[in-house]
């Protein structure tokens, strides 16, 4: 398989479509985790992937307090360096043991940033990151974005990095960031249920030509078409989805209509319900790729071809208006 590749903003690199996402790889550890990975399972998901011609890997050094990347030095040690996966890892949520628990803090002092590469190199096993994100702002607003987007750029200058983004952040920040450097790429999440990027966010990423990154296409698993009021009830407690808004009530019922209309294209288009919702989220012209997790080889299998799905007006429309009538999420329910 050849999937088409689409330059990476003014970075010189080109990505694959969809990115293999390792948030789940990172197991119980990570908090909030997915519960319970098999690491076996997670590098065979990743490996199928890149035999799939994903030519990129996200990760961060918080999934799995830092298992996840581990994970992906292993699968990069397959690859001569020159044909090996881009990888795309974050810096900023540290964990700290306070004695009876352990908390994730925020660290993006100058000192914090680069302990953290170099810890993030190590684990990966290269010497260069491809593209290394802020995750979130510090909660406080301390470090200004200005002093920590400093010392990014500065890591991009000395060739630490060979690019530099933010994930999570709003217009105001990247803004912000781009009067010190030029902002990458940002890692929005978007959604046919959380659509808040395409508002503004796109528009500022195509005036600065900063690539967009999406995260959750499948607002992680609802729109995979396997999900369904019991199964959101009956999540273990180490699943961070079973407190989270999206999948309890009154959100949930409103969102899993939008699964079903998903469902319904994926019939005209003999596909599955997640390369269909992943799809949605490629339709989208200022979307540069998109992120797409999986437990297992099987499930690579069931969203790699959404590049390949060309959506009808008519699939378009349907999708829409079942947003617009559910009520389901915000922000734009279709490109204009």
Known sequence: ????????????????????????????????????????????????????DVNWIDTAAIYGLGHAEELCGRVLRDYPEPDRPLLFTKCG???????????????????????????????????VLDVLYVH??????????EEYWQVMADLRDQGKVRAIGLSNHGIEELEAAETVAHVDTVQPPFSAIHREAAAELFTWCRKQSTAVIAYSPMQSGLLSGRFTEARAAALPPADWRSRDSDFTAPALQRNLQVADAMMAVARRHDASP??????????????????????????????????????????????????????????PAEPT
């Open 1 to 52: 398989m050849t999937m088409t590749k689409r330059p990476f903003g003014r970075t010189g690199m080109a990505i694959s479509r969809l990115g293999f996402g390792t948030w789940a790889a990172g197991g119980s550890k990570m908090l909030p985790g997915w519960g319970d990975q098999d690491d076996d399972q997670s590098l065979a998901a990743m490996r199928r992937a890149s035999e799939a």
């Open 93 to 127: 949520p540290v964990a700290v043991n306070t004695g009876d628990r352990v908390v994730v803090q925020s660290d993006l002092s100058p000192a914090g940033i680069m302990r953290q590469v170099d810890d993030s190199l190590r684990r990966l096993g290269v010497g």
């Open 136 to 145: 979130w702002p510090p909660a406080s607003g301390v470090p200004r974005v």
């Open 274 to 331: 997640s390369a269909v919702a992943v799809a949605w989220v490629l339709a989208w012209s200022d979307v540069t790729g998109a992120i797409v997790g999986a437990r297992s080889h099987t499930q690579v299998d069931e969203w790699i071809g959404a590049p390949a799905i060309s959506l009808s007006r008519e699939d378009m429309t349907l999708i829409s208006s079942v947003i617009t009538t559910s009520g389901a999420g915000s922000g």
